[in-house]
């Protein structure tokens, strides 16, 4: 497929936020320009071909396939995206069903797969965390390259995984559905992103005299006990004392397609520091509503961001920061991270987390949510790195009970899911 390059660029805080409005249908140069950033080949170096999302040890077990319904240019039918040459293949006609009923009416539907074996043979019993991490980096990008294209790019939460297999021909099992992502313009340019909020609710005070049953004048009952049980009270958004209040972010104009494009792995920094309304800017633009799983909670080591002494921070959505603990932190972090120096020498540390509880409400689901949720996240660290200059690199490695005790965690209630260094790029 040509490269869509005439295409007006979206500068990257406006795309992460919402699609651009548009009525027309996608044109097949379009759709293969999403693909391109999602899981394209951008460069290649050294005999090695890098790709627009990044994978764990360089491994990419995931596949895309296309069930194209209204696209300009393109037979309706079932394709698959070869990245090698940037080309989609036909597979035949669209499938009936995909167990996905989300999606009937998308004038696109996206399905992502993950060859498991390509990151088993090296990750073993962690390989699944690792193809799904790699699956939300991925999905990150198509969901930005879609919002740049006018579509409202819409991960569908709950279909029938075998169904899915089935429909575009593969087994569910070396080579297992992990997302479907539906594609249709988005003619309000306003994007939904479903009731996974991060805002923090609490159950409610108790009245006295409730637990006998009758408050003072009203006769509650099992009824009223029931609805006071179920119901919740949302817990304040304004910084309190001791939170640490970052500066307003600063939305970044760097174009979506140079972004992803300009994106490498890089893995050594300057000794220098971070400015803190830089950090300020990319947590804005990683804290967004969440697409599948509100379970996530974002951490920080601060190692050299001016402004800010080093130690371990906890980001809250009303952008403002926690003091965990006032430390050196660097050395702890690295050994958390199997002893990674891009880890031990950062300027920061991303460790994203996830709240137990909050993740598996939704049973097993929960956990596979989680790690998309942390992948999106992580993609959108690792891009707001690039457009502002500066170098990041994600890491999937590391000691579960260590990385819980350095973001000070138990470990049973709160899983880390993901790392990633952030610094000064040595220009290298």
């Known amino acids: 497929m040509q490269r869509c390059k005439g295409a007006r660029e979206r500068g990257l805080s406006d795309a992460l936020r919402s699609p651009s409005p548009r009525k027309q249908r996608l044109s097949v140069a379009e759709l293969g320009e999403m693909l391109y950033l999602s899981a394209g080949i951008t460069a290649r170096r ?21 069930l194209a319904h ?14 090698e040459h940037n080309r989609l293949d036909a597979l035949g006609a669209a499938p009936a069903a995909l167990g996905a009923p989300q999606a009937d009416g998308a004038d696109a539907a996206v399905v ?39 579509m409202q790019a ?26 479907i992502m539906d594609l249709r313009p988005a003619a309000s340019g306003v994007v939904s992103t479903g009731d996974a ?41 304004e910084v309190s004392a001791g939170h640490i209040a970052l500066p307003p972010p600063e939305p970044t104009a760097a174009g979506v397609t140079d972004t992803i494009v300009q994106r490498r792995s890089q893995r050594r920094f300057l000794d220098e520091p971070v400015p803190l309304a830089t950090l300020s800017s990319m947590l804005a633009d990683m804290a967004l509503p969440p697409q599948l799983s509100g379970a996530i ?55 994203l987390s996830a709240d137990r509880a909050h993740m598996l409400a939704e049973g097993a689901r929960g956990y596979r949510h989680a790690f998309l949720e942390a992948g999106m996240l992580g993609e959108r660290w690792l891009l707001g790195a690039v457009a502002r200059g500066l170098a990041a ?12 005790a350095l973001i000070d965690v138990d470990g049973q209630s709160q899983w880390v899911l993901h790392f990633a260094g952030l610094g000064v790029s040595t220009g290298t």
Do not use: W
């Open 112 to 150: 992502l797969t993950a060859v498991f074996r390509r990151t088993g043979y090296k990750y073993r019993d962690r390989a699944y965390r690792y193809a799904v991490a790699d699956a939300g980096h991925l999905l990150e990008n198509l969901r930005l390259a879609g919002h740049q294209a006018g």
């Open 197 to 237: 909020s991060r805002a923090r609710f609490a159950a409610p005070p108790v009245p006295a005299g409730v637990t006998t049953g009758v408050t003072t004048g009203v006769t509650t009952g099992v009824t009223g006990m029931v609805h006071l049980a179920t119901s919740l009270q949302r817990l304040p958004d």
């Open 70 to 83: 209204k696209v300009e240019g393109l037979p309706a039918g079932l394709y698959h995206y070869d990245p």
């Open 297 to 351: 909670r974002i951490n920080l080591v601060v190692n050299r961001v001016a402004g800010l002494r080093p130690g371990v921070y906890r980001y809250l959505p009303q952008h403002a920061l926690v003091r965990v603990r006032d430390s050196d932190s660097a050395a702890a972090a690295q050994a958390a991270a199997l002893s990674q120096d891009v880890i031990g020498n950062a300027a920061v540390v991303l460790v």
């Open 154 to 179: 819409t991960l569908v939460a709950r279909f029938d995984e075998m169904l899915a297999a089935k429909a575009i021909g593969v087994d569910g099992f070396e080579e297992g559905v992990l997302a």
């Open 46 to 66: 050294g005999g090695l071909a890098l790709r627009a999302s990044p994978s764990s040890g360089a491994l990419f077990p995931s596949e895309l396939y296309v």
């Open 393 to 404: 690199c994600p890491v999937g490695g590391f000691y579960d009970d260590e990385a819980a």
